[in-house]
């Protein structure tokens, strides 16, 4: 008797096996079909580093990036290289003349894009940049400050399409009220020391 | 010189649809099994994917035939021959309708099974033939998942011999036409059937002899181009005669349910049986992509302990009923 039950728990078992199976062959499908059709990537998601360049004002079409070096010191792994000018407007002092990428040291850390006090390099989606030639992994994302049109065709094709915010709306409001919060609460601190300060020194 | 001539066309008509089966079969295969996975399957070459098993074809035969320098010639030259030879001539007694097929024997049933067996000698050349260790584990395997499952697939399907009282496939048909379908009469013999199928077309759950995961690719690692297309050919060929046995068996071959089968044109009942036998390939597809590989010794345990049993118990049932019904 047990081994007859046995038998039919076993049967019962694969039938419940087969209609998983069989449910599955009417859900959809989760593949994407890569060249013509792209995944859905997050706003934060990290491709390549992509750089700004002013859209407006007598100098749009230059690059926003200044040459503060701030990337280039913070960079882990030394993969930036900037070389400067002085600025053509003449409230600013520099320029960068080139902004050299090796993407083949490059480790995608972000850091360089949060150390930029200008927005002037982002995180592009893109993330399927390929190349016959190592050399080409250099990428030069400015050249002689201002961009003509080919080299920045040639940097939006090698860098990303469309630029996204890395740090979605709501993301930004939450750091910018702990910033608030922690900047208030400093300020008390500060007062309350001098507050404490003021009469011992009298 | 009329005999010659009618088997010319009949094994070249034979041919051609055996193999337009197999590429719409592993074409089929592909789209089933990557729905199951939740994937699209084949989709670039021609319209939906349809041509993608033609280019693959086109490929193995143009891919240089690779021989192992200490494999035995002659074995390995005729075990691809045999493995795609012997489903082939299985389906001479196939009948696809009431007037069309190419001979029925009267001991027919013997016959297919006598064939189906001998698929075994060509997976064990091959083990032999291509002096490789896979090779040899997959073919011995193979021998033992035979002995094993051949006899309760016979057992099996003998209450359907009982209760038609004949071997002939065509008449075991017309008797279902007067009665109803087997598959009312015998029910533990259709599972017991199908699982023995299976197990005997090797195909997962029961594909021990080729294990991907375990043994590369079992008893045909050492083939290439034309050879293994061969093999592959047979598989689905061997997979075809199973289906074909079973709806001929069990599910009433090419008769149309509650209709008077009489006055059908064979067109349709052409229709009829291939409808039938492609609805038992997409299940043996549906098997292959639920169920996991069988342990060797699950195999052996499943087939003596579980299987035969139940055939014996079945056949002694079903002569039973016969001889007092008589």
């Given at each position: 008797?047990k081994?007859?039950?046995?038998?039919?728990?076993g049967?019962?078992?694969?039938?419940v096996?087969l209609?998983?199976?069989?449910?599955?062959?009417?859900?959809?499908k989760?593949?994407?079909?890569?060249?013509?059709?792209?995944?859905?990537?997050a706003?934060?998601?990290?491709?390549?580093v992509?750089?700004?360049?002013?859209t407006?004002?007598?100098?749009?079409?230059?690059?926003k990036c200044?040459?503060?070096?701030?990337?280039?010191?913070?960079?882990?792994?030394?993969?930036?290289q900037?070389?400067?000018?002085?600025h053509?407007?003449?409230?600013?002092?520099?320029?960068?003349?080139?902004?050299?990428?090796?993407?083949?040291?490059c480790?995608?850390c972000?850091?360089?894009?949060?150390?930029?006090?200008?927005?002037?390099?982002?995180m592009?989606?893109?993330?399927?940049?390929?190349?016959?030639?190592?050399?080409?992994?250099?990428?030069?994302?400015?050249?002689?400050?201002k961009?003509n049109?080919?080299?920045?065709?040639?940097?939006?094709?090698?860098?990303?399409?469309?630029?996204?915010p890395?740090?979605?709306?709501?993301?930004?409001?939450?750091?910018?009220?702990?910033?608030k919060?922690?900047y208030?609460?400093?300020l008390?601190k500060?007062?309350?020391?001098?507050?404490?300060?003021?009469?011992?020194?009298? | 010189?009329?005999?010659?001539l009618?088997?010319?066309?009949?094994?070249?008509?034979?041919?051609?649809?055996?193999?337009?089966?197999?590429?719409i079969?592993v074409?089929?295969?592909?789209?089933?099994?990557a729905?199951?996975?939740?994937?699209?399957g084949p989709?670039?070459?021609?319209?939906?994917?349809?041509?993608?098993?033609t280019?693959d074809?086109?490929?193995?035969?143009?891919?240089e035939?690779?021989?192992?320098?200490?494999?035995?010639?002659?074995?390995y030259?005729?075990?691809?021959?045999?493995?795609?030879?012997?489903?082939?001539?299985?389906?001479?007694t196939?009948p696809?309708?009431?007037?069309?097929?190419?001979?029925d024997?009267?001991?027919?049933?013997?016959y297919?099974?006598?064939l189906?067996?001998?698929?075994?000698?060509?997976?064990?050349?091959?083990?032999y033939g291509?002096?490789?260790r896979?090779a040899l584990?997959?073919?011995?395997?193979?021998a033992?998942?035979?002995?094993?499952?051949?006899?309760?697939m016979?057992t099996a399907?003998l209450?359907?011999?009982?209760?038609?009282?004949?071997?002939?496939?065509?008449?075991?048909?017309?008797?279902?036409?007067?009665?109803?379908?087997?598959?009312?009469?015998?029910?533990?013999?259709?599972?017991?059937?199908?699982?023995?199928?299976?197990a005997?077309?090797?195909?997962?759950?029961?594909?021990l002899?080729?294990a991907e995961?375990?043994?590369?690719?079992?008893?045909?690692?050492?083939?290439?181009?034309?050879?293994?297309?061969?093999?592959?050919?047979g598989?689905?060929a061997?997979?075809?005669v199973?289906?074909?046995?079973?709806?001929?068996?069990f599910?009433?071959g090419?008769l149309?349910?509650?209709?008077?089968n009489?006055?059908?044109p064979?067109?349709?009942?052409?229709?009829?049986?291939?409808i039938?036998v492609?609805?038992?390939?997409?299940?043996?597809?549906w098997f292959?992509?639920?169920?996991?590989?069988m342990?060797v010794d699950?195999?052996?345990?499943?087939?003596?302990?579980?299987?035969?049993?139940?055939?014996f118990?079945?056949?002694?049932?079903?002569?039973?009923?016969?001889?007092?019904?008589?």
């Amino acid at each position: 008797m047990k081994y007859l039950i046995s038998i039919l728990s076993g049967f019962w078992n694969l039938l419940v096996g087969l209609g998983v199976t069989f449910k599955y062959m009417f859900k959809t499908k989760t593949t994407v079909e890569y060249p013509e059709d792209r995944k859905q990537l997050a706003d934060r998601y990290i491709g390549y580093v992509k750089m700004m360049y002013e859209t407006e004002g007598e100098f749009s079409s230059y690059t926003k990036c200044v040459a503060c070096m701030a990337c280039v010191v913070v960079c882990p792994v030394s993969c930036i290289q900037v070389t400067n000018e002085k600025h053509p407007d003449p409230t600013k002092k520099r320029i960068a003349k080139e902004f050299i990428l090796d993407y083949v040291k490059c480790e995608f850390c972000n850091l360089c894009i949060e150390a930029c006090n200008f927005d002037a390099i982002v995180m592009s989606h893109d993330y399927d940049v390929s190349m016959y030639d190592r050399a080409a992994m250099d990428m030069i994302l400015v050249k002689d400050m201002k961009h003509n049109n080919d080299l920045y065709e040639e940097s939006r094709r090698q860098t990303g399409a469309e630029y996204k915010p890395i740090i979605s709306p709501r993301e930004r409001e939450i750091v910018e009220v702990i910033n608030k919060k922690e900047y208030e609460e400093r300020l008390k601190k500060a007062a309350a020391k001098a507050a404490e300060n003021t009469p011992a020194q009298s | 010189m009329e005999i010659l001539l009618f088997g010319i066309i009949g094994v070249v008509v034979l041919f051609s649809v055996i193999a337009l089966n197999a590429l719409i079969l592993v074409y089929m295969e592909r789209k089933v099994s990557a729905w199951m996975q939740s994937r699209l399957g084949p989709n670039r070459v021609g319209p939906f994917g349809l041509f993608q098993t033609t280019a693959d074809i086109v490929k193995l035969i143009l891919k240089e035939n690779i021989r192992n320098d200490q494999s035995d010639k002659v074995i390995y030259f005729l075990a691809p021959i045999l493995a795609f030879v012997a489903p082939f001539a299985a389906f001479v007694t196939v009948p696809i309708a009431n007037t069309i097929g190419i001979r029925d024997l009267d001991m027919g049933a013997v016959y297919i099974f006598a064939l189906g067996s001998s698929v075994i000698f060509s997976i064990i050349w091959a083990g032999y033939g291509s002096n490789s260790r896979y090779a040899l584990i997959g073919a011995m395997r193979s021998a033992a998942q035979m002995v094993s499952y051949e006899v309760p697939m016979i057992t099996a399907v003998l209450g359907v011999f009982l209760i038609a009282g004949s071997l002939s496939m065509r008449e075991i048909v017309t008797m279902q036409a007067n009665q109803t379908w087997f598959i009312v009469y015998q029910p533990l013999g259709f599972i017991l059937f199908l699982i023995a199928g299976t197990a005997e077309a090797n195909r997962a759950p029961f594909d021990l002899p080729e294990a991907e995961s375990e043994l590369v690719a079992g008893f045909h690692t050492e083939y290439t181009g034309l050879k293994f297309a061969f093999f592959f050919l047979g598989e689905y060929a061997a997979m075809l005669v199973s289906c074909c046995l079973i709806v001929l068996l069990f599910l009433g071959g090419w008769l149309v349910p509650f209709v008077d089968n009489s006055i059908i044109p064979a067109w349709i009942h052409i229709t009829v049986f291939m409808i039938k036998v492609y609805l038992m390939i997409f299940l043996m597809m549906w098997f292959r992509w639920t169920f996991p590989r069988m342990r060797v010794d699950h195999l052996m345990g499943f087939g003596w302990k579980v299987l035969l049993p139940l055939a014996f118990i079945n056949l002694v049932a079903t002569g039973a009923v016969v001889l007092i019904l008589k």
